[in-house]
């Protein structure tokens, strides 16, 4: 399946998070792939887990939590774990308003503290995931 790649800018709450969506009209469902550490560049080819969801027909929405500001001046910012769900909780009501991924199956796949911000967003918008996918994260700081 040749997917087609298009950067993101998604609202949330005040500043604009950036993405990059790769999609086709024949996909399966939706890998929500957040990046709550550091700053990945998005224009690289995918981390290994998001080419896999790809072959295996899934779109994936890579999208940076944190701006680059965020990043550069407060080296704690990807442990404030209400800030990272609000900021899930607008990527995924975004793509619930684009026509070609409305209606796919949404899952979550993150790493690091972006699962405990998944976990907190599934547990506020049960209906919106069909499922997480935490890759080696922070599950115990979803009560802090």
């Not at 709550?36 to 940076?64: C, D, H, I, K």
């Not at 690091?112 to 994260?137: K, M, N, S, Y």
Request: aromatic content about 4%; glycine content about 8%; hydrophobic content about 45%.
């Amino acid at each position: 399946m040749k997917l087609r790649h298009t950067p993101l800018s998604i609202p949330a709450n005040g500043v604009w998070l950036d993405g990059m969506l790769a999609h086709a009209p024949d996909v399966r469902a939706l890998a929500l792939c957040l990046h709550s550490q550091g700053y990945p560049p998005l224009e690289q080819p995918g981390r290994p887990v998001e080419l896999a969801l790809q072959a295996a027909g899934f779109a994936t929405m890579t999208v940076n939590l944190l701006t680059r500001q965020e990043v550069q001046r407060d080296p704690d910012a990807s442990f404030n774990i209400p800030r990272l769900t609000e900021r899930v909780l607008a990527a995924a009501e975004w793509t619930a308003h684009q026509p070609p991924l409305t209606g796919l199956p949404l899952a979550l796949v993150v790493g690091d503290t972006g699962c405990a911000a998944a976990i907190r967003a599934a547990v506020r918008a049960p209906e919106a995931f069909t499922a997480i996918a935490c890759l080696g994260g922070r599950a115990d700081l979803a009560g802090a």
